[in-house]
């Protein structure tokens, strides 16, 4: 292991931080249930978005976006990547990758943890690291060496992707309820992970979002997703400790966010804010101005260009890489994928997202005016395209399925925060509506964002809103079109 007098050479490294189904239920969000002082720490002394979404809430179509900067109807990664689902993005996405944008910009890149997108070969990292996905704190002892490593001059790049808090690991026996709690991933019976101070939650303490039923079944669950949540923090607070015992810490980008919101109906797969809504911490020490809030909207698209621009590698005009990789020559010379559809009839010429490291020097910046979303599949059976236009004002949905009854993933309808609601009938409360207006939904949501941030009362009908209906039609139509988004050709034979 590298000592911190040979690490020094190191400087402009970059973290990136990614969980997996997290909310912005942090204590630097205002949560006063959450404890989480480590990333808290870090938005002490960084900058935190408070308008920072994900375009799709499923996980393998996320992670795509946020390594491609491509909304996932384009980069061909519709769906879940592993089993049978067996999604994958177009080759030719290879230039523009996070991986690969940041090695071609003089970057040595490790991945840890969660992966979950493909082709391998597209999002290609030089090492890989394993470690334990539900224990943060061996994910960042794995990752020590690979940190602190004094024999490459190059600084680092490290994709550190957890597990927690998905839902998993079977459910808690121990609880008196009828319909048992998932556990998160954590241990049953309150045991730990090695290394993790474990921190438990009374169900009676937690906070429970407006999206979802203020029950039992729903508040065990949520104390299980918070412990969940706090292993993960326990992660980044091993990180921060690595590196400034190596001196690192005052020369590496910290990025911390989720791939969209929490494993609950209501969140993850809808396009609802509580699965877009996520968290949004960035500490860059080269900046003087820390320690702030900043209210631009930033999508997960900007990331990649982002963290490029972070390393000098983003040729601003053009909005691509500068030292950009020739696909067709990259794929000639491996022999791979020759005849392979590898861009869907269109060259990757540039990211749909752009830099947001303005707003990192002036936080008072606006940066996207309206953000798009765009989610078709999480598991293979769930086909429910929806398409989303939202800025400060109002937020549109179109179910373009509509006619269909919303499909679930499995895990989410086995929750019993779920199926204790779906046992009280079509009209039992279930948030801001009821099971039956969940699982049946109208062709347009319209919802007033400045009055109506729960997404309660659904404006699409409204005659006082008709004009407000035809113009974020437009706005959706003209992003879907920038975009190229195939399922535009459904406004005219669907």
């Given at each position: 292991?590298?000592?911190?007098?040979?690490?020094r050479?190191?400087?402009?490294?970059?973290?990136?931080?990614?969980?997996?189904?997290?909310?912005?239920?942090?204590?630097?969000?205002?949560?006063?249930?959450?404890?989480?002082?480590?990333?808290?720490?870090?938005a002490?002394?960084?900058?935190?978005?408070?308008?920072?979404?994900?375009?799709?809430?499923?996980?393998?179509?996320?992670?795509?976006?946020?390594?491609?900067?491509?909304?996932?109807?384009?980069?061909?990664?519709?769906?879940h990547?592993?089993?049978?689902h067996?999604?994958?993005?177009?080759?030719?996405?290879?230039?523009?990758?996070?991986?690969?944008?940041m090695?071609?910009?003089?970057?040595?890149?490790?991945?840890?943890?969660?992966?979950?997108?493909?082709?391998e070969s597209?999002?290609?990292?030089?090492?890989?690291?394993?470690?334990?996905?539900?224990?943060?704190?061996?994910?960042?002892?794995?990752?020590?060496?690979?940190?602190?490593?004094?024999?490459?001059?190059?600084?680092?790049?490290?994709?550190?992707?957890?597990?927690?808090?998905?839902r998993?690991?079977g459910?808690?026996?121990?609880?008196?309820?009828?319909?048992?709690?998932?556990l998160?991933?954590?241990?049953?019976?309150?045991?730990?992970?090695?290394?993790?101070?474990?921190?438990?939650?009374?169900?009676?303490?937690?906070?429970?979002?407006?999206?979802?039923?203020?029950?039992?079944?729903?508040?065990?669950?949520?104390?299980?997703?918070?412990?969940?949540?706090?292993?993960?923090?326990?992660?980044?607070?091993?990180?921060?400790?690595?590196?400034?015992?190596?001196?690192?810490?005052?020369k590496?980008?910290?990025v911390?966010?989720?791939?969209?919101?929490?494993?609950?109906?209501?969140?993850?797969t809808?396009?609802?804010?509580?699965?877009?809504?996520?968290?949004?911490?960035?500490?860059?020490?080269?900046?003087?101005?820390?320690?702030?809030e900043?209210?631009?909207?930033?999508?997960?698209?900007?990331?990649?260009p982002?963290?490029?621009?972070?390393?000098?590698?983003?040729?601003?005009?053009?909005?691509?890489?500068?030292?950009?990789l020739?696909?067709?020559?990259?794929?000639?010379?491996?022999?791979?994928?020759?005849?392979?559809?590898?861009?869907g009839?269109?060259?990757?010429?540039?990211?749909?997202?752009?830099?947001?490291?303005?707003?990192?020097?002036?936080?008072?910046?606006?940066?996207?005016?309206?953000?798009?979303?765009?989610?078709?599949?999480?598991?293979?059976?769930?086909?429910?395209?929806?398409?989303?236009?939202?800025?400060?004002?109002?937020?549109?949905?179109?179910?373009?399925?509509?006619?269909l009854?919303?499909?679930?993933?499995?895990?989410?309808?086995?929750?019993?925060?779920?199926?204790?609601?779906l046992?009280?009938?079509?009209?039992?409360?279930?948030?801001?509506?009821?099971?039956?207006?969940?699982?049946q939904r109208p062709?347009?949501?319209?919802?007033?964002?400045?009055?109506?941030?729960?997404?309660?009362?659904?404006?699409?009908?409204?005659?006082?809103?008709?004009?407000?209906?035809?113009?974020?039609?437009?706005?959706?139509?003209?992003?879907?079109?920038?975009?190229?988004?195939?399922?535009?050709l459904k406004?005219?034979y669907e």
């Amino acid at each position: 292991m590298a000592t911190p007098q040979t690490a020094r050479s190191a400087e402009r490294n970059v973290i990136f931080i990614i969980t997996d189904d997290e909310s912005p239920t942090l204590g630097c969000y205002g949560d006063s249930a959450a404890k989480t002082p480590a990333i808290d720490a870090i938005a002490a002394d960084g900058v935190l978005f408070r308008n920072a979404f994900a375009t799709t809430a499923s996980c393998s179509a996320s992670r795509s976006v946020v390594m491609s900067g491509l909304h996932n109807h384009r980069n061909g990664q519709f769906g879940h990547q592993h089993h049978y689902h067996k999604f994958a993005s177009f080759h030719d996405v290879v230039s523009l990758a996070l991986p690969r944008v940041m090695q071609r910009a003089g970057y040595r890149t490790g991945q840890i943890g969660k992966y979950h997108v493909a082709p391998e070969s597209v999002f290609h990292f030089e090492t890989y690291l394993k470690a334990n996905s539900r224990n943060a704190v061996e994910m960042a002892e794995q990752s020590r060496d690979f940190l602190t490593d004094s024999a490459d001059n190059r600084p680092f790049f490290l994709y550190f992707g957890t597990s927690d808090p998905h839902r998993g690991g079977g459910t808690d026996k121990s609880s008196d309820q009828k319909l048992k709690p998932n556990l998160f991933g954590n241990k049953p019976d309150h045991g730990a992970y090695p290394g993790v101070e474990e921190v438990f939650f009374d169900p009676a303490d937690v906070t429970v979002p407006a999206f979802l039923p203020d029950t039992p079944e729903t508040r065990e669950e949520l104390a299980q997703y918070y412990q969940s949540c706090s292993r993960v923090d326990a992660g980044v607070a091993r990180l921060v400790q690595i590196l400034k015992q190596a001196d690192l810490f005052d020369k590496t980008l910290l990025v911390f966010t989720s791939d969209h919101g929490m494993a609950f109906a209501g969140g993850k797969t809808t396009v609802y804010e509580g699965g877009l809504r996520v968290p949004f911490v960035v500490r860059d020490p080269y900046q003087s101005q820390r320690g702030v809030e900043t209210d631009a909207m930033i999508s997960h698209i900007d990331i990649t260009p982002s963290l490029l621009d972070f390393a000098g590698g983003l040729d601003t005009k053009k909005n691509r890489p500068k030292n950009m990789l020739d696909a067709n020559k990259f794929w000639n010379e491996r022999e791979e994928a020759l005849l392979d559809n590898r861009n869907g009839n269109k060259p990757f010429a540039s990211y749909h997202g752009k830099s947001w490291m303005h707003v990192l020097k002036n936080p008072n910046d606006h940066h996207h005016d309206t953000i798009m979303a765009s989610h078709t599949f999480h598991e293979i059976q769930m086909y429910y395209p929806m398409r989303v236009v939202r800025d400060k004002d109002f937020k549109l949905i179109w179910n373009i399925a509509h006619p269909l009854p919303f499909p679930f993933a499995s895990d989410l309808w086995a929750a019993s925060s779920w199926q204790a609601q779906l046992a009280k009938g079509n009209d039992a409360p279930y948030g801001q509506m009821t099971i039956g207006r969940y699982v049946q939904r109208p062709e347009f949501e319209l919802f007033d964002m400045q009055t109506d941030p729960n997404e309660s009362t659904n404006l699409a009908d409204s005659p006082g809103h008709a004009d407000v209906l035809e113009k974020y039609k437009a706005k959706l139509k003209a992003m879907q079109k920038e975009f190229d988004d195939p399922w535009i050709l459904k406004w005219q034979y669907e």
